[in-house]
Every structure is written in C-alpha cells, then in structure tokens.
C-alpha cells in the first residue's frame, strides 16, 4: 500500500519535475562546476558502529509502538536495541518498565542486570526485579540487582521498606555463603532493631523480622560465626535465649563458639548437654559438630562409639539413628546399619533409608529381600526414581536384574497386591535392564493388581518402550490406556500425544496425525497438544503443512504468559520455523524467527548459537555471532554442536588454530560427519594437510554409512586436489555446510 501511494505520487510530480528541469538557470542560482556524486565514507562503518546504529533504529521502532499502545511489541524491539547495544541505558529501562506493566517480570530481567548505575527512578523497578530473581532461585543476581538500589553497601536502615530490604539482602548473602557480607547487613539491621524509633520501624516491622520468638537471631548468630565475629555471635546468641529459652539449642551454639575459638574438650561438654537437656531436639548439624570436634581432637575412632551410647540413652532421636547408621555403613558395618535403617522406615521412611538397605541387600546378594525393599518402594511412590544411584547399581548388577525377575515371576501370590507390588517393581527393574519380554508379562500383572493406579503404570511402561526404539509395542500400550473406561478426557488426551510419536517414528504418519488431533480435540487449551500435531508434520517432511501449524501454535498461544508450557511450545515453534526457513533459504526470515526467540529468553543458548551459525554462515555480524556462540558454549560446554559452531565462526574469522582446537574437541565429543569434514577443512588452513585428509576420509566414510553418497563424493573432491591446495591455506571456505545447527536430530 505504501509502495502504490509513493508511485502515485512521484507520477503526479513528474510532470513539474520535468518543466523545472527545462527552464534556463536563474542569474542568482549557483552553478556547480562538477556534478553532484554520491557521498561515500573513506572509513566504511566497523561492526560496533553499525550494531549502535540498529540499535538506534529498534529504539525509535519500540518509542513510536509504545506510543500507539502496542506494549507487546515495543517490549520485544526495546529488548533487541539491548541486544544490539548493551549500552543503551534508555532501552533497559523502558524494557524493565514495559515488563512490569505487562507483569512479564521474567522478561525484564536481563534489561535489569544491565544498569550498572542506579538512578533514583531506578530503584523501584530494579528491587521488582530483585524480588522477581530471589523467587527464581537466582540469589547471586538477586544480591546483585539489590545492592545496586542501596547505592552503596550496607547502612542503618532509615525506614521499615529499608529494613525489609536489608533483611532480604543478607538472607541471600547467607544463602550465597557470603557470610561476610550477610553479617555486614545483619549488623545494621540489629542496631535498627534496637533502636526502631530513631530507624522509623513499626511494631509490625519489629514482629516479622524477627520472626517467632525471635527465631531470626538463630540465623544472624549464626552467619556472625561463620564470618569469624564470635563477640557478636554470642551476643545474639544471648537475646535469643532472652526472647526463647531453650537449653538444649543454648548449649549446641555454645558448642560452636566453643569450637570455633578452638576450646574443643569444652565443645564437647557443651554437645552432651546439647543431646540431654529438655528443649528441642538437635538435628543432623549437632552430630555434625561432634565428628568434626572428635576429628579435630584426633579422636576420629571414637565417633560410633559415643553415637552409639547416645543411642542406647536416646533411642528416640531419629536423627541421631539416621547418623549413626549412615557411620555404620560408611565403614562397612552393614549388620548393625541394617538393623537401625529398618527400624527407620517403620516410623521415619526416608529414600536414604530404602537405598542403603538395598545396596546392603545387593552387597549380600540377598535378592529375596532386595525384591521386597523395591516392592515397598514402589507401594509408597509407585516407582523407583527415589532409589537413586542405588537403582542404577542394581540394574547394571546382571545376575540381580536376573535372580528378581524370577524371583517376582514365581510369585505364588501374583494375584495379591504384595505380589502385584513384587511385580512392578521388577518390572520396572526389568524395562530399565532392557528385559522387554519378561517386562511385559510383569507390568501387565501390575496394571491387573492395581486397576486405580493403571494409567500411571500404562505410561511409565509406554514410555519406557518408546525410549527404547519400540515403537510398535509403545503403541499397544498407548492403545491399551485409551481404550479403559476409566479414564478421564485430560488422561487420554495425554495417551494420544505420546501414541503419536510412537506411530510417527514408527512411520505411520497419518494415524499419527490422527492420534495427535485426537489429543487436541480432547484438551484443545493444552499448547504441546498442538506442537505435537505440527511435530508430525515436520518430522514427516511435509514442511508447508508444518509451517502453518507451528505458525497457528504462535498464533493461539503468544499472549499466554501465564503458562509455562504455553511459552515452551511458542519457542518451540520460531525455533523450527527458523531451521524450515534456513532449508527454503529465507535466512532473513529465519534470523528474525530466532530474533524473537531472543527477544523473549536472552539466554538460550539454542537460539544464541543458531542465530550466531546463521551469521557467521552468511558472513554477517561476526564479531556478534562470536559472542553469541561463545555464550551458549559456556552455558553447554559438553554440547557438540555448539562446539561446531564456534569452529566455524573462528573459522569465518580467520583464526585458524583456534578453529582447529574448537572442532577438535567437537569431532570427540560426537564425530558426526559435518563435524569432521569442517575439522579437516581447517586442519587445511593451517597447513596440516595430512591431518586434513586423514579427518576429510572419515568424514567421507560416516557420510557414505548415513546414505550420503552425493556428499561423501564432493568430500572426496578435496581429496583428489591435494596439489591445488598449497598456496590457499587461506581461503576460508566450507562446503557441504549444514543449515543449521537446530536441524540436528
């Protein structure tokens, strides 16, 4: 439309335009000895200079989308002018202000760690996104983003907002064990708190800082302590004791002092005190301190024993058994740390338990008894995740994987629900194991023993066949689920989205599009419902009908910030709508698509990387990809492709050894075929010519296996050029290049 109304217009003005051109020249107007030419810069524009300048472009895109109420938009192209610009102060803050209007906290937090100074407008947005990081778990950032709006390190508190904050701020340096800095905060916060009418804090204030009967002095003394302030430790010490006495926590933070000053007979007399004086009972952290006051004595030899007679005083003291126990076994004194585990789970079951006893079980080859521990775990949770390492040890012991599969399938009690727990259990130990067969006759008498926890056991089966490559029998099972009368339409819907993959990898595309729009009509709210229907597709190659459903995903299911599936499956969908647009060579396409996967997750290393690929491939933004890919290596430094990557942008760069070093290390990490064949393209820049073909024939060799034929021949056309070679070692020039890392299986 705009393009017809400029032609419009340039057609109404051509008529002046060429009247003005025929009159003679004015006597006033200048004459110009030379024509005009077209201005061009003896310096053409470097790299940052132009980053700088799109990044003033998206600025002025996000003011005027702003202006219009288009908030959506003026956040994601604020964001990018960012990413061009880390500089770009204005576009932070305008990011951080969109991101909490639109209450997208999530999507604000990258702009937020990027304004190194704080302004006075800055320091409520930036404590939103601290309070924001803090729920995510990222304290470190959290600590950061804090300490930016205090200005400077800690102060006395001049307000109860002040004090909350400085509250949270050494809570997260603790949780960072950076004692010293949390004691730093907590030292101001005490003097507050003695003096709350001069720091302007309200009762309530006072109450919820300190916490029930001024629990929180617990945690000050305590980060006091571990930063080396014993005087201080002990004073706070002393007011807990004040607001709540309790003998047995006095005498375990005396303990501590004790121990920390090196006074360890006297910390010692202070844990047994600890143990017996009324109050609440000690934890783990108490027995802790004896082992390491007993090794500081040189006394290590004594510890079982002294657990042991606090036992036999103490028979009660959960923790104290679970301690002890674990000692017992530590040194191989299973007999005794079996008696105190089974004690255990009768009144306190913990995963802890179960596995010890197992690996005890195992140590004895006792199978009988290992196959009941696993059937009461599987009672309990209905699998056998909670086992841990102890499961994998297990299932690689192959005389174990045997002796409690037969053991569970002569079970005269199958029919019993003690017999139906022996049969999952090493069912499930036998779908681990890779024992398909005998899993089947098991978790088929699981499924029978236990008809009201059927559909979980139905999909913890399928799942593991379709893990393991059986399809066909993961797609019996998915029909077996679907069909129980039992089931809800959530429940099936779930069934059919997994049925779907099974029958798409097993080459049956159309039932698995009609299993997959099954799922959807089911639940038609759930996102990966629908990205499994355009999964088919594109795994089916039928690429247009795949552009059109990853699209109608985005469509639907943009605005929906609320939901963390909503957001995979939209990221999902530009990420191969990205690798399709690469395949049709739409790279313009395909970086915005990623650009706005960015946008969106700053951080993803996928995105990172395959944008940084499509760059580098195009020779564009260099200096930029090598940033991006350097970043997404850091975050996935075992991740081949990655590494793939980086080769080739230093590749693109020039910087040959280096590439050299970084395609090294991906070809051993997963040799694929476009690995090595870039391995040995730059072994060839750098004059290494007999490393080039040695690594260009397996390169050839691997894409021969794949079914390649057309690009193993083109790899040996480096082969059979040897002599052509010399003199253009540095000519960077790849060939048979992949699209696109995301095209990876």
């Known amino acids: 439309m705009f393009l017809r109304i400029l032609w419009q217009v340039t057609f109404c003005l051509l008529p002046s335009v060429l009247a003005a051109a025929e009159l003679p020249p004015h006597a ?111 304290w470190q950032d959290a600590v950061a983003m804090y300490e930016r709006t205090l200005g400077i390190g800690p102060r006395e508190p001049a307000s109860d907002e002040d004090a909350v904050m400085m509250m949270e701020m050494a809570r997260l340096c603790h949780l960072v064990e950076d004692n010293q800095k949390a004691a730093a905060y907590f030292a101001e916060l005490l003097k507050a708190l003695e003096a709350p009418r001069k720091h302007n804090l309200s009762p309530k204030t006072q109450r919820d800082l300190l916490g029930e009967e001024g629990a929180t002095y617990q945690l000050i003394g305590s980060c006091f302590l571990a ?9 706070t010490f002393k007011k807990l004791e004040e607001a709540s006495p309790d003998a047995s926590r006095a005498a375990y933070n005396a303990a ?14 202070q844990l047994d005190l600890c143990f017996k004086n009324p109050g609440e009972k000690p934890g783990l952290d108490a027995y802790r301190l004896v082992e390491q006051t007993l090794a500081e004595l040189g006394r290590e030899g004594e510890l079982i024993d002294y657990l042991a007679s606090l036992h036999r005083e103490l028979p009660d003291r959960a923790a104290l058994r679970y301690f002890l126990a674990q000692k017992l ?21 913990t995963s802890t338990a179960y596995q010890r006893l197992l690996d005890i079980c195992l140590s004895r080859s006792d199978h009988e008894k290992a196959l009941a521990i696993l059937a009461a775990v599987t009672e309990k949770t209905g699998t056998l995740d909670a086992l841990g390492e102890s499961l994998d040890q297990t299932v690689a012991s192959p005389q174990a994987v045997e002796a409690i599969v037969s053991l569970a399938q002569d079970s005269s009690a199958a029919g019993s629900e003690a017999g139906g727990s022996r049969a999952l259990a090493a069912g499930l130990i036998a779908l681990a194991a890779r024992r398909f067969d005998s899993a089947e006759t098991l978790m088929a008498k699981a499924v029978a023993a236990f008809p009201d926890r059927a559909e979980n ?25 679907v069909e129980r009368d039992s089931m809800s339409d959530g429940q099936r819907a779930v069934f059919y989205y997994y049925q779907a993959a099974a029958l798409e990898l097993a080459g049956r595309t159309d039932d698995a599009l ?47 910030f609320d939901s963390d599936q909503a957001r995979t499956a939209v990221r999902q969908a530009r990420m191969v709508l990205s690798t399709l647009c690469v395949v049709e060579h739409r790279v313009d396409e395909a970086v915005e698509w990623l650009q706005q996967v960015l946008d969106e997750s700053p951080d993803d290393s996928g995105a990172l990387n395959d944008l940084g690929y499509l760059w580098a491939d195009e020779n564009q933004h260099i200096e930029r990809a090598h940033r991006m890919i350097e970043r997404a290596v850091a975050a996935e430094p075992e991740n081949a ?81 040897r002599e052509s070679r010399a003199g253009q070692t540095r000519n960077p020039t790849f060939t048979n290049m992949r699209t696109s890392p995301a095209q990876r299986p």
């Open 641 to 721: 492709a990655y590494r793939d990557s980086l080769g080739w942008v230093l590749y693109r760069m020039g910087r040959f050894q280096e590439a050299v070093a970084e395609l090294a290390k991906a070809a051993e990490m997963e040799p694929d075929p476009v690995v090595l064949e870039h391995l040995g393209d730059a072994h060839a820049q750098t004059g290494q010519i007999d490393q080039a073909e040695a690594t260009w024939e397996k390169a050839a060799a691997k894409f021969e296996e794949a079914g390649l034929g057309d690009k193993a021949a083109k790899v040996r056309e480096k082969l059979s050029h």
């Open 514 to 560: 009609e299993a997959a729009r099954r799922a959807v009509k089911l639940n038609e709210d759930s996102p990966s419902l629908h990205v499994r229907v355009a999964w088919v597709l594109y795994h089916a190659d039928r690429k247009a009908e795949a552009a059109r459903a990853y699209r109608a995903v985005i469509d639907r299911f943009d605005a929906d």
């Open 227 to 235: 930063a080396g302030n014993v005087q201080a430790a002990e004073a």
């Open 457 to 481: 056991l139905l999909l913890i089966w399928g799942l593991d066949l379709l893990g393991a490559d059986r399809y066909e029998e993961a797609i019996r099972v998915f029909q077996q689920a």
């Open 28 to 138: 006033d107007t200048p004459q110009f000895e030379e024509p005009l030419e077209l201005f061009v810069p003896r310096q053409a524009a470097t790299e940052q200079e132009q980053d700088r300048a799109e990044a003033l472009t998206y600025y002025g895109m996000a003011r005027e989308a702003e202006g219009r109420g288009d908030n959506p938009q003026a956040l994601r192209w604020f964001q990018r002018a960012l990413r061009y610009d880390p500089a770009c102060i204005p576009a932070a803050r305008a990011a951080i202000r969109l991101a909490i209007r639109l209450q997208r906290p999530e999507l604000g937090v990258d702009a937020a760690l990027k304004i190194a100074e704080c302004a006075e407008e800055d320091r409520l947005p930036l404590r939103y996104m601290a309070l924001h990081l803090t729920r995510q778990g990222r």
């Open 256 to 269: 501590a002092i004790h121990r920390r000053e090196g006074r360890l007979e006297e910390a010692l007399a």
């Open 329 to 349: 076994f530590d040194r191989g004194q299973f007999d005794r740390a079996e008696q105190l585990y089974a004690s255990l789970i009768d009144k306190s079951p």
